[in-house]
């Protein structure tokens, strides 16, 4: 009986090194799963032991090679593996392995719905005219990034952006026709294949709302208000995020109406909302739940672990989404303000000593260069707090910050 458990299977497709896809493959493992990653990164696996979680890596120079990866997955199934769930936690690989899933016969996940989300422009297109969308354009590769700004100036300032970006990459605020036509001329040139979107700017406080949906029923999981910089980099995450009661039940309504409208009836997404004077308006919705250490902030504020209850929801099982508690939590990530080589990293265990602290991780490595942020992966540590109220925690993740010291060598 134990040899027969030990066969059932999850297959992953693509992971990073650090974040909710590592924290996937772990806790699938946890679970008693044997787990199979499959990626296009040869680096991955390459060192001794860098994933002990990973019962079985196999490289394909494209997974989007669906004859070859389903051929694979026959392969593994004559070998005794009873396959449960094809998942994945980063683009562009979502609504892909929800599709396999449905071709499998495994547990339905609303892989269409997925696959619009997983497209900006798509999004806006299935939203418009809901009160949440906001204005938005698309540049056409027909008229030249001049002409495009020169039709649309009356509705500045934008937001230029990639249409199939995430992590804040290649987000512009114009506030020019000169601006928007730079902007749009170098960001055609950086994505030559791919869609720009000129958005409405919204101005007002930014939420991640975290939700999964198993069935048809919805489940808000965590709505935690983001602290975001200059440049649209999210720094500081509080969690809860502290709503009058009447704008947290117009956030459900919009969250509801949304989902709805994209039809998505089992699966997991994250929503980045604003607040502009007192309406809600949909930044970006993203069909996965959110990277970096998310689902560490998520448990110590409510006791849920989401990764778990995802995986449990994609092999068939009900999820268990209801919050054991409501803990005050902050989480704050770091960055560095010059390039250069790091050298060392210190004050690890002097931060985690501090009363309030429950998780200090430094993602960059000895080695590594480092940049300032251009987007969320140039945040190169995190600390996770807990107290009886949000500003005491962040206090707390100040002090702990204090602790840390980058000794970079200068480029």
């Known amino acids: 009986m134990k040899e027969w458990m030990s066969m059932q299977t999850i297959i992953f497709l693509g992971t990073r090194r650090h974040g909710t896809s590592r924290e996937a493959l772990q806790v ?15 680096g991955i696996g390459k ?41 994945s936690f980063i683009d562009p690989y979502v609504s892909y392995a929800a599709g396999i899933s449905g071709e499998l016969g495994l547990n339905p996940i609303s892989s269409e719905a997925l ?22 354009f698309v540049f056409e590769k027909q008229v030249s990034s001049e002409e495009f700004a020169a039709a649309h100036k009356d509705f500045l300032p934008l937001i230029l952006k990639p249409a199939e970006s995430n992590g804040s990459k290649g987000i512009k605020l114009v506030k020019t026709e000169r601006e928007m036509a730079e902007g749009m001329h170098y960001l055609q040139t ?4 791919i869609p720009i979107l000129a958005e409405e700017y919204l101005e007002g406080p930014q939420y991640l709302i975290e939700v999964v949906v198993y069935r048809g029923e919805v489940s ?8 975001c910089s200059k440049s649209f980099l999210i720094k500081g995450y509080k969690y809860p995020a502290e709503l009058p009661a009447w704008q947290d039940i117009t956030l459900k309504r919009t969250i509801y109406d949304m989902l709805f409208h994209m039809g998505l009836s089992t699966g997991s997404c994250h929503f980045e909302m604003r607040s502009v004077q007192g309406k809600w308006k949909l930044v970006e919705i993203n069909p ?22 995802i995986l449990k929801m994609n092999v068939g099982e009900a999820p268990l989404l209801s919050p054991l508690f409501k803990k005050c939590t902050y989480m704050k990530y770091l960055t560095v303000d010059v390039w250069g080589k790091l050298l060392h990293v210190s004050g ?12 200090v991780y430094v993602k960059a490595e000895k080695g590594s260069i480092l940049s300032p942020p251009r987007s969320m992966g140039d945040r190169y540590a995190c600390i996770i707090t807990c107290a009886e109220s949000i500003e005491r925690a962040r206090g707390i993740a100040r002090e702990a910050a204090k602790e840390l010291k980058f000794y970079v060598e200068p480029l």
């Open 28 to 42: 699938a493992k946890e679970m008693a799963y044997f787990t199979v990653l499959f990626t296009d990164k040869r």
């Open 47 to 87: 060192k001794p032991d860098e994933f002990p979680e990973v019962d079985e890596i196999i490289f394909m120079e494209d997974i989007f090679l669906k004859e070859e990866l389903m051929n694979k997955i026959q392969k593994l199934q004559v070998e005794g593996k009873v396959i449960c769930a094809c998942v």
């Open 115 to 136: 696959y619009e989300a997983e497209s900006k422009v798509k999004v806006r297109k299935k939203l418009m005219g809901m009160d949440s969308s906001p204005t938005f």
């Open 190 to 193: 950086k994505h030559p294949d």
């Open 220 to 227: 808000i999981i965590a709505v935690i208000e983001q602290e």
């Open 288 to 309: 996965r739940m959110s990277g970096g250490a998310m689902n560490r902030l998520i448990e110590e504020g409510t006791g849920i672990n989401l990764v778990k209850e």
């Open 348 to 359: 690890q265990d002097r931060a985690l000593l501090l009363e309030g602290v429950k998780y």
